[in-house]
């Protein structure tokens, strides 16, 4: 399909789904189709991928409401993210309701409607980031994006069953976001599958002059399943499930999934945690959601959602005598949690601990609400970053869903193991019972602090001098080969080592070699142990890529036997041996 046949699809789709209450403004439909036609380079990341957006996040051109009409202006430009995602190639197709404010984990509290949620129509949507999540669902965009202060791209990602993707704060540029809690917002992004979120992710970070919050973090590559990982999971009674058994044993067949894929599950202390969530709303933070709206309280307080007054009303009264209170006790907290992640490579949790109906949440909108930000109120206080996985179908209908977390920095690592355990599940994504695209082969790759070098003989995995970069800590990346460039040949050294020439373009063999990673000191201490006639130079790949690598000095191969017909060091070795 074009990027314009995309685009007229989701326009299709949202008026076949009619619900009014998922987007507040769409953006004219024949601007959207000429702007897609415009695109002309198919290698944008985003190429022609619609794209809708929570409408407290500026798009130029539609009005920016916070769900909250006498709030509304019309913004000149596009926030940061959304530049970003239009510079990929993405469409804006338009903008998502919300709980007002970003104030709710419900989606409830919005003067324009309740989304339905698609999965099971008597369950809240969640919030805030209600219409963003339920849009991904029903299949009407494969990318929305929300937000997250205190778990409103989680949340609503569990209970529309997608991925939500809550980056490490400051990665995202928050330049054109109307703030719920300045220090601790974050522009989130849903998906159908975790590999869509982190494309998504890699076009939207980098710093921002713009936004005083951004911080510059570099975002690493996926990388394969690893061999050894760790996983926190509270200890025994700690968990809390307000009587939903069903939640409980989802959440049990999710850690016994993790085991099944390698992974060793570790027992932390989750009240330190539980802690931090209670100071986000209990502490002084709710005078940053005041801070937000004071001017419209004190002017025309009734066009504030009733639920979202009475909370944000509260940010008035904490003292700054109360605020350092809070901020000491939470710098104690962050130290606690970070001796937890030295144990953990992530911890994993329920997303939510129940679900509820929308009845039920009209009935009683604090508690529950509170309820459902259990597992996520601290996560940005503490200064994680977060990724919600769908992890199964209850037998209610409900979906139930697992969050990983780690400290800031690591979202490409969260994302490496998320995507597996996805997979593994097999579950429908969203709400339309459509399976998952195959899992796409991921590469090992060095870190952006590591060096990649190419071994051809005595180093390669089980051979005489491999234990020379394991015990440096080197990690095999991959086997591949050469170039058609060089020819290899079996030097008089104990133990035998080869030596690798490069020889004309075309005119030598493909050499099967592998590739290493290690630190620039591990690197530094390996080269300067290589003896003579070996040493380091850059060797071509078959597919194009370079590495540094063993070579040989051309005087050492007088007298010594060719050997490039093998392909390589070990069938040479193993025919040697055979003899």
């Known amino acids: 399909m074009t990027p314009a046949q995309t685009v007229a699809r989701s326009y299709q789709r949202i008026r076949a789904h009619s619900d009014p209450a998922i987007f507040i403004s769409l953006r004219d439909e024949q601007e959207a189709l000429a702007e897609a036609a415009r695109l002309a380079d198919p290698t944008l990341p985003l190429y022609g991928v619609p794209v809708a957006v929570k409408d407290n996040i500026d798009v130029a051109g539609l009005p920016t409401t916070a769900a909250c009409p006498a709030f509304s202006y019309v913004p000149a430009q596009d926030s940061t993210a959304v530049a970003k995602l239009r510079a990929a190639g ?128 570099p975002l690493a590559a996926l990388t394969p399943f690893p061999a050894k990982l760790k996983l926190g999971i509270p200890k025994s009674g700690q968990l809390i499930f307000f009587g939903d058994r069903d939640a409980e ?169 998320g995507r597996v355990f996805h997979a593994d599940t097999k579950l429908a994504v969203g709400a339309k019972a459509l399976s998952q695209p195959p899992l796409a082969k991921v590469l090992a790759q060095a870190g952006a602090d590591e060096i990649t070098i190419a071994v051809v003989g005595a180093h390669l995995s089980g051979m005489a001098l491999n234990h020379e970069l394991t015990t440096r800590d080197a990690r095999l990346l991959e086997e591949t080969v050469t170039a058609a460039d060089y020819k290899l040949y079996a030097l008089d050294t104990t133990p035998p080592k080869p030596g690798m020439l490069r020889v004309e373009a075309g005119a030598g063999h493909a050499i099967k070699l592998e590739l290493w990673a290690m630190s620039p000191a591990a690197f530094g201490a390996f080269v300067a142990a290589i003896p003579p006639p070996l040493s380091i130079g850059t060797i071509r790949l078959a597919d194009g890529r370079q590495a540094k690598g063993f070579i040989v000095e051309p005087a050492a191969i007088a007298g010594a036997k060719d050997i490039s017909a093998y392909g390589g060091w070990r069938a040479f070795m193993a025919e040697r041996i055979k003899a």
Request: hydrophobic share 45%; glycine share 8%; charged share 15%.
């Open 90 to 217: 993405a469409i804006i197709i338009g903008k998502t309701n919300l709980d007002q404010f970003a104030t709710g984990l419900v989606g409830v509290r919005s003067p324009y409607g309740i989304p339905k949620n698609p999965v099971r129509g008597d369950l809240v949507p969640g919030g805030s980031s209600s219409g963003s999540a339920v849009a991904v669902s029903a299949g009407l965009v494969p990318l929305s994006l929300g937000t997250d202060t205190a778990g409103s791209g989680r949340v609503p990602a569990m209970l529309n069953n997608i991925v939500g993707l809550k980056p490490s704060l400051g990665l995202i540029s928050n330049a054109g976001l109307v703030p719920a809690c300045r220090t601790l917002d974050c522009i989130s992004i849903f998906s159908l599958t975790t590999d869509d979120a982190l494309a998504a992710l890699a076009v939207m970070a980098g710093p921002d002059d713009a936004d005083p919050f951004s911080r510059d973090r």
């Open 249 to 417: 044993q989802a959440y049990d067949a999710a850690c016994k999934r993790w085991q099944a894929l390698g992974a060793e599950l570790v027992e932390f202390d989750l009240e330190p945690f539980y802690e931090t969530a209670r100071l986000l709303y209990e502490g002084p933070w709710v005078a940053e959601r005041y801070l937000v709206i004071r001017d419209l309280l004190a002017s025309a307080p009734d066009a504030i959602h009733p639920v979202t007054r009475e909370i944000t009303i509260a940010g008035a009264r904490p003292s700054a005598a109360d605020t350092f209170s809070a901020l000491y006790r939470l710098q104690a907290l962050r130290r606690v949690a970070a001796r937890t992640f030295a144990q953990c490579d992530a911890i994993v949790l329920p997303t939510a601990p129940t679900v509820y109906s929308t009845e039920q949440v009209l009935a009683n909108p604090i508690e529950l609400n509170s309820r459902l930000g259990t597992y996520t109120n601290f996560v940005n206080l503490l200064d994680l970053c977060g990724l919600a996985l769908p992890a199964a179908m209850r037998p209610d209908g409900a979906p139930f869903g697992v969050t990983l977390l780690a400290p800031a920095g690591c979202d490409a690592e969260l994302a490496s193991i």
